[in-house]
């Protein structure tokens, strides 16, 4: 098959944006290519080589596409470069030079679809010293047996950007026309989000028609795509929708990963199928502790935490631990995280997508010996709203962002790549951004794990109630400390210490140290937001809960100019939560 077939479809879906009409014309095209060159027009169509999950990539910066197009049309670098100002793509810029361009046909051979993608694979690949001048002798190459249309079109597969406004949806539409029926659209869609791989669905449908597809299963070391949840704003809601009874699980507030087992190796993969492997070798390291399984895929979700208090982080913490090639070990020190999983999608090479929620969980748990870096995210099945309510407190004091709910009924299979009501969220409405800094008394401490052995490694802050003479808890504090702060703390809170809570303090946390109420520090918070376990203006928003700094942070200030009782007040907090609330979706 010639190139040129591909580009003239290009061509014709490039001029319409109605999906039906772009399901048509693929269509068409389709039936029309042979089965084993399916696989590499449908990838080209993308703009892509392979698959998403595939780490190999294309990635030729534009400046050397146009050095290529210049050389090969013979048009010179400054009317591309002037060109490429104007224009701002590539294809269009590769298009127009090469209108211009005097044929020389003595050596040129027609264009073949295998020739050419094996061409961008030679591309692809090439890497290290003097990869950069074979990339542009290869495209230059490519290029001087193009036209001017397949030369658009070459450019634009090889930035990635096709602009045919062809989605993976319309494709999918498109194969089912071409190769079953418009009734078999599920099955084929169901074939791409277990495989993640359009060109081999398109290869199997080609090939081996609609029992091609169905053929297709969940495999080890191939990502698929994740199931997501609607959102949902009750828990009676919640429950009515999912007749009466259903699982609720932490919603840990984290990096989704999708974890495959194979013979003792593990691989990564994100929400997005990138491989994230090398970025979380402690990650791959306690999956190889805890999993007892030859192989399994199973998802769960990676959340940052503070070793000192115990505590959550904010999940941007984990994001420097993401798109690191260096430093990662430090990272690994700095921003511990832990794997909390919650599904089970394959289990010793079976396939467990079609079983409903509760028997996956249990594969879970019989392939899983939880540690301290990886566990089970919590769960309860509920039938009462009080319950679920009472457990979304729970899972927002342990610093998580609400629940999910999950259906139970004998339906509830795992949906790949679906958005649906099998999995309803449940997060956290109230919150209120931090904009100023607050002070805020030392009234308790715990003691220090690892690195802060032998100090303090949290401390326990409260705002003061004027109207009641009472100090009332807001935050557990363990960041932005240094190692002098840290020996400054032991010696400047000596003198305050008391054998058990201050009786002017107010708290519904056990610390291991109690002060009295007269150290003031500096505090700057992500945000402020209702906690059943801080007493802080407690009751004011909501009857079961009191106000809690999220996120807080030493800013390196001690206030010695200020006691105790000037510290900022609960009615303050109170203030400033509600100038900012906003309601979060
Ligand atoms: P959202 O990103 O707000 O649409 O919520 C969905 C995300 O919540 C998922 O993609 C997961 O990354 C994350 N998540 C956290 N805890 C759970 C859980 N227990 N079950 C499923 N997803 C979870």
Redesign the pocket.
């Known amino acids: 098959m010639l190139f040129r077939e591909l580009a003239d479809t290009y061509e014709r879906l490039e001029a319409t944006s109605s999906r039906l009409e772009m399901t048509d014309i693929l269509a068409e095209a389709f039936r029309r290519f042979e089965p084993s060159e399916i696989r590499m027009a449908v990838y080209l169509t993308q703009g892509q080589l392979y698959p998403d999950f595939n780490p190999l990539k294309l990635g030729m910066a534009d400046k050397m596409i146009l050095k290529a197009i210049a050389f090969a049309s013979g048009a010179g670098e400054s009317f591309v470069q002037e060109l490429m100002l104007k224009e701002g793509d590539p294809g269009i810029v590769a298009q127009k030079a090469f209108q211009n361009k005097k044929q020389t046909t003595l050596f040129s051979e027609p264009l073949t679809l295998r020739r050419t993608y094996e061409t961008l694979e030679a591309i692809a690949r090439s890497e290290g010293g003097g990869s950069q001048d074979l990339k542009i002798k290869l495209m230059s190459k490519l290029l001087s047996n193009a036209s001017s249309s397949e030369a658009k079109f070459l450019s634009r597969v090889i930035t990635g950007r096709m602009r045919l406004g062809v989605s993976s949806m319309t494709v999918l539409d498109a194969l089912a026309v071409a190769f079953a029926s418009k009734e078999d659209r599920d099955a084929v869609e169901r074939a791409f989000n277990v495989s993640s791989d359009l060109g081999l669905v398109a290869e199997e449908l080609a090939l081996h028609g609609l029992e091609g597809v169905k053929g297709i299963h969940v495999k080890v070391n191939r990502p698929l795509r ?1 199931m ?2 609607e ?1 949902m704003s009750s828990p009676e809601e919640i429950l009515e929708k999912m007749g009466g009874t259903c699982a609720f ?8 990963l999708q974890a495959h087992i194979c013979n003792g190796e593990v691989r990564l993969f994100s ?1 997005k199928l990138d491989e994230l492997t090398s970025q979380f070798p402690d990650v791959v390291a306690g999956l190889k502790r805890t999993m007892r399984a030859e192989s399994a895929i199973v ?1 769960g ?1 990676c959340v940052p935490v503070d070793t000192n208090t115990g505590e959550f982080l904010p999940f941007q913490e984990v994001s420097h631990r993401r798109g690191r090639k260096y430093g990662v070990e430090e990272a690994i020190e700095d921003y511990p995280v832990k794997l ?1 999983l ?2 089970c999608i394959l289990k010793n090479g079976e396939d467990l997508t079609d079983r409903p929620f509760l028997q996956r969980r249990e594969a879970l748990m019989s392939i899983v010996e939880p540690d301290d870096s990886v566990t089970l ?1 919590e ?1 309860r099945v509920l039938s009462s709203a009080e319950e679920a309510q009472a457990f979304f407190q729970e899972a927002i004091k342990d610093g ?2 609400g629940l ?1 709910a ?1 259906s139970i009924a004998d339906g509830s299979v795992y949906r790949a790549g679906n958005r649906g009501f099998l ?1 309803i ?1 449940y ?1 956290k409405e109230y919150r209120s951004e931090m904009n100023d800094t607050v002070d805020l008394v030392v009234v308790g401490a715990f003691a220090g794990r690892g690195k802060r052995k032998g100090f303090y490694g949290a401390l326990l802050m409260a705002t003061y109630d004027p109207d009641a003479d009472r100090f009332e808890t807001v935050s557990k504090l363990g960041s932005g400390f240094d190692d002098a702060n840290l020996a400054a703390l032991l010696e400047m809170l000596a003198p305050d210490r008391v054998p058990e809570k201050h009786h002017l303090v107010d708290s519904r946390m056990e610390a291991d140290f109690w002060f009295q109420p007269r150290l003031v520090l500096e505090v700057r918070g992500a945000e402020i937001t209702l906690s059943p376990i801080h007493t802080c203006s407690f009751g004011s928003v909501r009857p079961d809960s009191g106000l809690a700094i999220r996120f807080p942070r030493f800013t390196g200030r001690f206030r010695d100019d200020k006691e105790g009782r000037e510290a900022t007040t609960s009615q303050e907090l109170l203030a400033m939560y509600q100038a900012q609330l906003k309601r979060v979706e």
């Open positions: 994740a997501l949840a959102r699980e932490y919603k840990y507030d984290g990096v989704r929400r998802e979700e909390c919650f599904d995210s769960i998580c962002e999910m999950k999995w969220k997060k």
